[in-house]
């Protein structure tokens, strides 16, 4: 069983910058692929962007160019670097452990954090 545990999040101002962290249990961290989805009020939760065991990153149109998604095998965590927030980007941000699939190509999840919430206002 894997366990993550979010955090980082609070509140900015537009044109501001956060840094959320997920740190999981167990030891075989290195093996999975891992995203951040978030879900705003009145919305669907929506995957951000993930990272593959391999490194490999992928983003949805909205964040890309101000979000980095990282990883850290050592420590056991991952990390979301949101640069140049915006209001859109106000929702509950959640970690997630999973796969790709070899059908689709596409991450899918395994494992929830609780989510942490980021709120951009001025």
């Known amino acids: 069983q894997v366990q993550l545990v979010e955090s980082g999040g609070g509140l900015v101002q537009p044109g501001g910058s956060l840094r959320l962290s997920c740190s999981a249990s167990g030891s075989i961290f290195r093996i999975y692929a891992m995203g951040w989805y978030r879900q705003a009020p009145g919305k669907q939760r929506e995957l951000v962007t993930y990272i593959t065991s391999a490194g490999t990153t992928n983003y949805v149109d909205s964040v890309k160019g101000r979000f980095t998604i990282s990883r850290d095998n050592a420590k056991n965590t991952m990390y979301l670097q949101m640069n140049s927030l915006k209001p859109e980007d106000t929702a509950v941000y959640y970690c997630?452990?999973?796969?790709?699939?070899?059908?689709?190509?596409?991450?899918?999840?395994?494992?929830w954090g609780q989510g942490t919430q980021v709120t951009v206002s001025s």
């Open positions: 997630a452990f999973g796969g790709i699939s070899f059908s689709s190509g596409s991450f899918y999840p395994n494992y």
